[in-house]
Each structure stands twice: as C-alpha cells, then as structure tokens.
C-alpha cells in the first residue's frame, strides 16, 4: 500500500500514465457500451466506435508500458545516490542507459591520497563502477591497536564517503564522535576500523569487508600491509624520518627536497593492487602533496613494474598551486620531472593541467601563506616525453582553490574515449557506451546553459513605449511636473492674498468703529 502511495507522491511523474490508462479505458468502454446499445449502426457511428477503440487501446498500451518504465526509473532513483545528490543535472530518462554504463564502465584505478584522490574518485563514479583507489598508509607498521587514534585510515576513511552511494549518511556516520563515558571524543570510524582488523586477517581483508558493509562504488585499498614510513633526504644532506615533520622542517630551514624514499625498502604492495593495476584501463596519478602522497605510492615494491607492464593508459593530473615546503616554486614540468626521477619512464602517457584562470583575490591568499600558481613552462614539460592537455579543472570551494570533481574527471574519460579510438576500438562495448555518456552530458550542458528567451506577455505590450516617448518622455513629464508645480504655487498665492484682503479689510473696519467713537 506504501509503494502504491509513492507513485502519486509529487515529482514522481507516473500519475499521467496512469490518467493516460483511465482514458483508454473509458474510450474502449465507450465503444463497447455503444455496441451493446445501439440496434442498429451507421456507417458514422461504427467509424466512430473503430477509432475510439483504437485510440483508446493505444492510450493504454502506452500508459503502461511507460508506466513500467517510469517504475524502473524509480528503482532506480532510489537506489543510486548518483541520481540522488545529482537530479538536477541528471536526465531521468537515461537512468537505465546510465546503469549499463556503469557496470559496463572502464576499469579505472587511482593512486593518490588526502583531497586530491578524493576529488578524482568522486568524479570518476559518475562514469564508472570500476574504480580501484589505491591509499597511502604511512606508519602502519608502527601502530599500536592499544592508541586507536593511531591507525592511519584518515584518508581510507574520506575515500570511502567519497565513493559510498550514499556520500551525506557516510559523511555523518563516519564523523560521529561519541560525547559521554568511555568513548568520549572518540570518532564512530576510528571504533569501527579497530574492530573490524581484529576481526580480520590484515587491514587490507578489514578495508575489503568494510567496501561490502558500506556498499561503495568501486573498492578502496591500502597500498601495502607492511610497515612503511615515509623518510626525506633534504639539499643539505639531511634525513628527515617522519611524514609529519618533512613540510615544517623544509620550510623553517628554507631548503629544498632532494628525494623520498620509505623505510623499510623492501615493503611489498598488496596483491590486489598489483592485480588492479594489471587488469586497469586507465591508471591515474594524483593530484595531492607530491613528495608524501603521490611518490611514495609509486615507491612501493611492485607498483611500478606493474605500472610499467600494464597496457592501461596512464594520466597524471597535475596540481594547480604549490605547496609550501614541498614544491616551492615548482613548475608543471618540474613535477612531472619529480615523479618520473623516482620512478622511471613510462610511468605516465598524459598529464592534465589547469588553465590557471582564476580570480586573483584567492591567488593573492594563497601567495601569503607561501603558495603560488604551478607555473606552465609547456615547452620543457613535452621535452619530458610527456602529452599535455590544458583542461579548465579549478574551482572554489569554502574560499580555497580546489579541482573541480566532475572536469576532472570528465577530461579522464575524453583521454581514455581517444585512447581506444586510437586504438581500432570504437566497436567495443565500453567504448560506445562511454562515448555516449560523454556526447550525451554535452548535449544536455548545451541546453541547459542555453540563454532562455523572454516570452512576450500583454504585461510586456502595455509598458511598451514608441520610440518618441522613451526619446523624449523624461523632458515632458518633467514639464508636465513644472506645470503642476507652477498651479500649485498659484493656488497658494492667491489663497495668501485672500488672506491679505481679508486681514486688511477687518482693520478698517475696525479703524472707522474707532473714529465714530471718537
């Protein structure tokens, strides 16, 4: 009965079907009834009872079938947050399309950590199942299961909410502090990673069963179950061995980076990343902190052969300011020359950069804090054997300068639509399907920033002026106004001199009462 009841709910769009059915009901049953009651029947009546037959039989063939699909639509709906969180940019019409694209979607996997693979996952769902996120875990190895605040799943956590299917219920409950007893100021995530590794073998099988639990888009996995700490050799020739502590030290001794390395060297990543990297289409790197959130990753034993043997696409998507302690005064080509100095050739096809069109006032605030626009010295970065695409990526968000999650992604998915027409592909499935998600969001993008045209109204027609009036109006009822003015001040002229008249006149009288008394 509840289910009956969500149909005539409003915006729900299936009560027109429904009317749609009702009248081809009553014209079949007109047709019927006028056949049941008339003896005889003319050439006109039975015309007439023929096509209220007809009418009224394609009226309900296509209210339900309609109906049907308005229903599936709705399942739909309900259970994809990607309609949920974007209806206004999502026609309903295409939601069935779109389940097939997204099952049928490139395998995509995206190493990274902290806003920037966030920013990249959250995207790419709206084009994609497939997706692997492949997180940074510094300092595993030296947690302590006793110091809950300890384990390092911040940036697990935040990817997971960035691809749940429901982003606003993870958000809540995964930020939900408890606020008395034991537990006082200890976060619902924190509590729920440590329970579900005891329960698990390894925190990679405790981050698996947690992409189950929350139903996410995709998966999320940590780069290795060994210890791993992130260590930086600095120009001075000094050994930085904290994570936390390479921005501060570098910015305070006013020294650059000279490379990172993780300790121990030997650490092994997961075998499901290897394996993910392996099957990708399409491998993206970054954006985030070069030195203690991309690199790193890449550092891994078995990330970068595997990289370097996978026939996927590789894209690296470039940050668009600096960072303070890290890549002061860095340019485009001096991150690209970072990352491929660490690791090696081939370690990406792409790198996607911004056009640095943005408003200088939120320039201006980052350059006080010590950051600057990445400077785009495009000759020297192709000499890098690298292809460059320039992509409108930034945008503004709660005062700070971040990448725009669905260009970035919707870039992502150009480059790996080009890549498979290079590659003779244009007949496989997810080519077709991608190419059409991709056609379909730009067409639908043309109309909605189509200028809307003002409709002409008899409001519009009765303030229309002729070309005299809207020329001269102003001057004359600026005379008109004179006029007014000048009457009025007649009026009260002559209302004064009444005044006059009178006031003199009742002296004289009273002048010649005085004489007479006299």
Request: one cysteine or more; charged letters at 30%; a positive charge.
């Amino acid at each position: 009965m509840k289910g009956f009841i969500e149909w005539f709910r409003p915006n729900a769009r299936i009560k027109r079907w429904i009317f749609l059915i009702l009248v081809g009901i009553i014209l079949a049953c007109y047709g019927i009834s006028t056949i049941i009651v008339s003896e005889e029947l003319e050439i006109a009546q039975l015309l007439l009872i023929i096509l209220s037959f007809i009418i009224g039989f394609t009226c309900i063939v296509l209210g339900i079938v309609f109906m049907q699909k308005r229903t599936m639509e709705m399942l739909i709906e309900s259970t994809d947050s990607r309609v949920k969180n974007n209806r206004k940019h999502i026609n309903i019409n295409s939601l069935i399309f779109n389940k097939k694209i997204y099952s049928e979607g490139p395998k995509i996997v995206v190493i990274g950590s902290g806003n920037g693979l966030e920013t990249v996952v959250k995207g790419l769902k709206q084009y994609t199942d497939n997706i692997t996120a492949v997180v940074t875990v510094s300092s595993y190895g030296n947690m302590k299961k006793e110091n809950i605040n300890s384990m390092p799943i911040e940036d697990i956590k935040n990817t997971v909410i960035a691809l749940a299917r429901d982003e606003e219920l993870a958000s809540k409950l995964m930020s939900y502090k408890y606020k008395s007893g034991d537990l006082k100021d200890i976060s619902f995530s924190d509590l729920y990673f440590a329970t579900m590794q005891d329960l698990s073998k390894d925190f990679t099988e405790a981050i698996a069963n947690s992409n189950e639990i929350f139903n996410i888009i995709g998966r999320v996995l940590p780069i290795t179950n060994d210890e791993m700490r992130i260590c930086a050799e600095l120009e001075n020739g000094m050994i930085i061995e904290e994570k936390d502590e390479i921005k501060k030290v570098v910015y305070d001794k006013i020294t650059k980076i000279n490379r990172v390395f993780i300790s121990p060297p030997n650490c092994r990543a997961t075998p499901d990343v290897v394996q993910a990297i392996k099957e990708a289409d399409c491998i993206v790197i970054g954006p985030g902190s070069l030195y203690t959130n991309v690199i790193p990753n890449l550092l891994v034993n078995g990330v970068y052969k595997a990289m370097k043997d996978s026939k996927a696409i590789k894209i690296y998507v470039s940050n668009i300011m600096t960072e303070p302690g890290q890549t002061d005064n860095y340019t485009l080509s001096d991150h690209i020359k970072a990352i491929i100095e660490h690791t090696g050739k081939n370690v990406m096809d792409y790198c996607i950069y911004d056009t640095g069109e943005i408003i200088p006032e939120y320039i201006k605030r980052y350059n006080l804090k010590g950051s600057e626009l990445v400077a785009q010295d495009v000759a020297k970065a192709r000499t890098l054997g690298v292809r460059l695409l320039q992509r409108d990526l930034a945008c503004i968000e709660n005062g700070y300068i971040r990448h725009n999650s669905d260009l970035v992604a919707k870039a992502i998915s150009e480059l790996i639509c080009d890549d498979l027409k290079y590659r003779d592909k244009q007949s496989d499935p997810q080519y077709m399907l991608l190419k059409s998600k991709l056609d379909y969001e730009k067409q639908f993008n043309k109309i909605k920033n189509k200028p809307k045209k003002k409709r002409k109204t008899n409001e519009n027609k009765k303030e229309r002026k002729s070309k005299f009036l809207s020329k001269y109006g102003k001057r004359i009822e600026a005379m008109r106004n004179t006029e007014e003015v000048k009457l009025k001040n007649r009026e009260i002229l002559q209302n004064e001199n009444k005044d006059k008249e009178e006031e003199f006149i009742e002296k004289f009288i009273e002048k010649v009462e005085q004489n007479k008394k006299k």
